[in-house]
Nanobody, 119 residues
Framework: QVQLVESGGGLVQPGGSLRLSCAAS????????MSWYRQAPGKQRELVAS??????NYGESVKGRFTISRDNAKDTVFLQMNSVQPEDTAVYLC??????????????WGQGTQVTVSS
């Protein structure tokens, strides 16, 4: 069983910063790409950032403000969010492509962590 658990969400003022974490646990052979998505009420889920063997990729709306990184030794991915704006308010979800021992790779999702940007 593989689990992704996000943490670090909360209420932050416009212009502030927040750091999200997502830790993978369970029976893991290898983790490939790890990503952050977000979903705001009434909107489609969108890619925020991803990190893998081909480097990093960011959604247009967060370029220059958010930074994705990972600690492979701890199977953890981070999202540093700077200069946040009210439009960044959403549930942030962690996503990872993980291969389990003696099995194929699959895509796993965390439960999400709420980020609210408001004064």
């Amino acid at each position: 069983q593989v689990q992704l658990v996000e943490s670090g969400g909360g209420l932050v003022q416009p212009g502030g910063s927040l750091r999200l974490s997502c830790a993978a646990s369970g029976s893991i052979f290898e983790i490939y790409e790890m990503s952050w998505y977000r979903q705001a009420p009434g909107k489609q889920r969108e890619l925020v950032a991803s990190i893998g063997s081909r480097g990093t990729n960011y959604g247009e709306s967060v370029k220059g403000r958010f930074t994705i990184s990972r600690d492979n030794a701890k199977d953890t991915v981070f999202l540093q969010m700077n200069s946040v704006q009210p439009e960044d308010t959403a549930v942030y979800l962690c996503n990872a492509d993980i291969r389990v021992p003696l099995g194929p790779a699959g895509t796993y999702w965390g439960q999400g962590t709420q980020v609210t940007v408001s004064s």
